[in-house]
């Protein structure tokens, strides 16, 4: 949100070879889906069957050409050519001299910078069924997810407008007679971005060049190991925000500490939810799936850990079971579908992977477990039970439609076994014993960034503070006070006397 509020932003993705990403090295192919009638759609969006993979105030891009593959039926989108080195030192320079720009108009009119906001979220109104259509077509999320997700864009800007009115700093109380103590927060700098590949909406470009301002505030290279690599170490960068894998994450998170730098990061989360003997079942059913199956079980809030008290145990599984068996899987355009694939062959592997790994540890397949027979990368949703809640594969986050369901007795053992695995992401309880609930949220309860009641893992609002504890990062991200990560906040203090007293009564006369 404060990243098109009130600092450059230099927007990457597919920066890193060990990322999954939706590429693959281009081949030589005689159809892409954009040259078909179907698709035709694209060239709204200004798409052809060659893109530019840089922007920087103008297009451009001379490196390797890769090729964007639809997951529900592995064909070839389009082809994009990225960055190279040169390009992107090119596109640092003139993001670090935009910035002054942007800065300016920070410091002189800060409603400025919420107007160019409010007309980015228009701007993405207006386009906001064929952005989600593209964002279905390349991730194969369900296509009211994609729009779903430029739904929140649009919210976010709107929260940020008004948040352009209010950002300030107290005026503290001085000890010294005649002084004045006040905080001030200015925009941190140039920020950098690394995109996962499940929320990948950007569109700003039109909007800067409307108002006048240099396209490069907010600009953007696609590139590999070394675009992602250079990022992370470059001190003119000064903050670099990550979302993806933990394992990446580390990664990033040492080259940027190395060189002192700022980071956010937004990493994985191995969310679980408790259900109490006393939960209202007809709460908990389509919360548990919602938040099990949706976007396929590739979201980072998703849950993984279904934490089942014994006397509820058997009656949950079945009744969460069946409705597995109902969950339309098929088109993700279909406006019926509730289920599409996942995002690439190699999430394919990692599925059938885990589920062996669970059965070698003891786990018994209740539902799924299988490759699905059709184009795409489909898998179905799949539910495990027995496994013990300490079992490797249970610890380990796989970002595939997996469900581990759990038997626990006390209210301890189930706080404690939600706290143990690495992340601290997402959590839920089902109950309605008022005092559980503010257990859950007190200190001995959650330890994650999320911590919810009565709802699922998923589906976070935008105006509370998003991210994680632990292994997920610690970053924080939409509302709240997250606006403080993209800003730096200096103490001043302001003599307005005609004395020099010092602080702490010290004397130096």
Partial sequence: MQRCLTVTVARHSRLLAHRAVSV??????SSLLISQPKYSWLKELGLSEDNHGVYNGTWGGSGEVVTSYCPANNEPIARVRQATMAEYEETIQKSREAWKVWAEVSRANA??????????????????????????????KIYVEGVGEVQE??????????????????ILPSERPGHALIEQWNPVGLVGIITAFNFPVAVYAEVLEQNNLPGAICSMTCGGADIGTAMAKDER????????????????????????????LELGGNNAIIVFEDADLNLVVPSAVFASVGTAGQRCTTTRRL??????????????????????????????????????KQAVEQYLAAIEKAKQQ?????????????????????IITGLPHDASIVQTETFVPILYVLKFKTED?????????????????????????????????????IVNVNIPTSGAEIGGAFGGEKHTGGGRESGSDSWKQYMRRSTCTINYSKDLPLAQGIKFE
Avoid at 253 to 262: H, I, L, P, T
């Fill in 24 to 29: 693959r090295q281009a081949a030589a192919m």
């Fill in 111 to 140: 409603p400025k910078r919420g107007e160019i906001v409010r007309q980015i979220g228009d701007a993405l109104r207006k386009k906001i069924k064929v952005l989600g259509s593209l964002v279905s077509l390349e991730m194969g």
């Fill in 153 to 170: 864009y649009v919210d976010v800007c709107d929260y940020a407008v008004g948040l352009s009115r209010m950002i300030g700093g107290p």
């Fill in 237 to 264: 960068v000064d903050l670099l925000s990550f979302t993806g894998s933990t394992h990446v994450g580390k990664m990033v998170a040492m080259m940027v500490q190395e060189r002192f730098g700022r980071q956010l």
């Fill in 307 to 344: 934490m089942l008290h014994e006397s509820v145990h058997d009656t949950v599984v079945e009744r969460v079971a069946k409705a597995y068996k109902q969950v339309r899987i098929g088109d993700p355009w279909d406006r019926n579908t509730l289920y599409g694939p996942l995002h690439t």
């Fill in 362 to 382: 003891g786990g018994t397949l209740i539902c799924g477990g299988k490759v699905m027979d059709r184009a795409g990368n489909y898998v179905e949703p799949t």
């Fill in 413 to 449: 053992e189930a706080f404690a076994w939600n706290n143990e695995v690495k992340q601290g992401l997402s959590s839920s309880i089902f109950t309605k014993d008022m005092g559980r609930v503010f257990r859950w949220l007190g200190p001995k309860g959650s330890d994650c960034g």
